[in-house]
Nanobody, 114 residues
Framework: QVQLVESGGGLVQPGGSLRLSCATS????????MNWYRQAPGKQRELVAT????????NYADSVKGRFTISRDNAKNTVYLQMNSLKPEDTAVYYCYVGAFGSWGQGTQVTVSS
């Protein structure tokens, strides 16, 4: 059974940083690309970042390029999202997603506010 568990969200001031983690189980993590999505209130879920199975290829939404970094530790079956220079418009529930199984985590809330 594929399981994805996000953590690391919280309340942060504009300009601050957070590091999200997504711990996975139930599949061979190192074989699959991983994704982070987010959904703000009243908006559609959007793709934030993708990392290839080996970590050598990473892609980002234009809105987060230069501020967010996706990474993975295949030994720990975990994918990360380092978020720097956070803005109020980054406020959303953040989800990790493995497309090969169509599986989502429960999400972690990120709120950027002074």
């Amino acid at each position: 059974q594929v399981q994805l568990v996000e953590s690391g969200g919280g309340l942060v001031q504009p300009g601050g940083s957070l590091r999200l983690s997504c711990a996975t189980s139930g599949f061979t993590f190192s074989y699959y690309a991983m994704n982070w999505y987010r959904q703000a209130p009243g908006k559609q879920r959007e793709l934030v970042a993708t990392i290839s199975f080996g970590g050598g290829s990473r892609n980002y939404a234009d809105s987060v390029k230069g501020r967010f970094t996706i990474s993975r530790d295949n030994a720990k079956n975990t994918v990360y999202l380092q978020m720097n220079s956070l803005k109020p418009e980054d406020t959303a529930v953040y989800y990790c997603y493995v497309g090969a199984f169509g599986s989502w985590g429960q999400g972690t809330q990120v709120t950027v506010s002074s």
